[in-house]
């Protein structure tokens, strides 16, 4: 059975094989450039969570197998998509007429990072090859006079490595990181849907100066405040029978859950399959249709049984793409609700909104309705929509019905 084919009727038992049986299942099985298995391999790789993204990696690292340089390439290729970077491969193997990098990773107003993938630094680097690639790519108008070289290394022990990088003439066009060191960027940005944060973590990977530490200061900084607003997103105000106004959590593995199995259910819905950008933000591979989900608690209020935060980060990603949702899910329902970004949009000013600092955020309470459905509350001109017709179901067992 193909890979891709496999993977969508039977994930879980897909991810308990290890990278090299997957492999064998990709494509016609024989991992050279251009072939089926490359395709299908790149696109699984795609889909997978980060953690098992992470267990290939340990694994290539860990064992030798055939082609497992090649896959481990693919590999760290596909943390630079993770990390938002636009991804070209390079060839698996080096031709006289072609130039020899393993990815060119791009993003938008930042240097081009030329990337070179080492399994070990127990064989010297040339460093003057490396440069002689990024001297071509440049002439091939390929990439841009300002480009690095990130080399990647299996081994955290990269001591040999740094002190050649240090002592050459290329040490502001060059950058050292070990696989493990770039998954751990990779998983702190997936808890992030801050966009600065992410530039903070790219930044990173380019040469600077060590003296003043103030951006890796920055780094962590940003995260952990962005780790709050995460935390923002799913609270919300009960009043307790006293009147005070308290605030309640769900356990966070409970609501990542609920999560994906609302946007795995949508997914189904539209025929797609979307790729995990954050905690609470997916896209697919095409980056047009976009989604981001928020997840309620039911709470013992009347007048809200459900709430959410819709914070001005996510409007920004839903608004980039070509077709958005807001996905609305409650702990306790196998429904949940596929607001369009565009409805959306024109609503907000009817909902009221929060100022913490440096942050804000619009509050999307749900009202029960006569009939038992739910509907948004536009607090601001006292007026309920029925979410009746963006309501699709998280399971086969009940109809599933379209939003609009």
Excluded at 39 to 50: A, G, K, V, Y
Excluded at 293 to 317: G, I, L, M, N
Aim: proline share 2%; with cysteine; charged share 30%.
């Amino acid at each position: 059975m193909p890979l891709l084919s496999f993977w969508k009727s039977n994930r879980e038992e897909v991810l308990k094989l290890d990278i090299k049986q997957i492999v064998t299942n990709a494509g016609d099985g024989n991992l050279r450039d251009n072939s089926p298995c490359s395709e299908e391999l790149r696109q699984f790789l795609r889909f997978i969570p980060i953690e098992t993204l992470c267990r290939y990696a340990q694994y290539c690292l860990d064992y030798s197998f055939d082609r497992g340089g090649l896959v481990l390439q693919d590999i760290v290729n596909e943390f630079g998509q993770r990390l938002d970077f636009d991804v070209e491969h390079g060839l698996y193997q080096g031709k006289k007429t072609a130039v020899g990098f393993d990815g060119i990773w791009s993003s938008k107003n930042e240097p081009e990072l030329i990337i070179e993938v080492k399994t070990t630094d127990y064989f010297t680097v040339s460093l003057d090859k490396l440069a002689d690639y990024r001297s071509r790519l440049v002439e091939e108008k390929r990439v841009t006079s300002d480009s690095k070289v990130l080399i990647v290394v299996g081994r955290e022990d990269t001591g040999a490595l740094e002190a050649q990088v240090r002592g050459s003439r290329y040490a502001w066009d060059m950058r050292l990181i070990s696989i493990d060191g770039l998954m751990k960027l990779a998983q702190i940005k997936e808890k992030s849907d801050d966009e600065n944060t992410l530039r903070q973590i790219r930044k990173l990977l380019q040469p600077f100066e060590y003296t003043k530490v103030d951006q890796i200061i920055e780094v962590i900084f940003s995260t952990a405040r962005d780790v709050e607003v995460q935390q923002t997103a799913e609270e919300v105000i009960a009043e307790s029978k006293s009147g005070k106004k308290t605030y309640e959590w769900t356990d966070r593995e409970l609501l990542n859950a609920k999560r994906l199995s609302a946007v795995e259910g949508f997914g189904k819905l539209k025929g797609v399959e979307f790729v995990k950008k954050s905690t609470t933000l997916f896209w697919t591979t095409d980056k047009k249709t976009r989604v981001c989900c928020a997840v309620s608690k039911r709470y013992d209020v009347t007048y809200q049984p459900y709430w959410y935060a819709y914070h001005p980060q996510w409007e920004e990603f839903l608004k980039e793409g070509e077709n958005g949702y807001l996905l609305l899910a409650c702990m306790d329902l196998e429904d949940a609700f596929a607001v369009p970004y565009k409805w959306i949009t024109t609503q907000k000013q009817f909902l009221n909104m929060t100022h913490k600092g440096d942050r804000s955020y619009w509050h999307i309470a749900f009202a029960t309705m006569d009939d038992g459905g739910f509907a948004i509350n536009l607090s601001k001109k006292r007026e309920k929509v029925s979410l009746a017709p963006y309501r699709y179901s998280l399971t086969d067992k009940t109809e599933k019905r379209k939003p609009k």
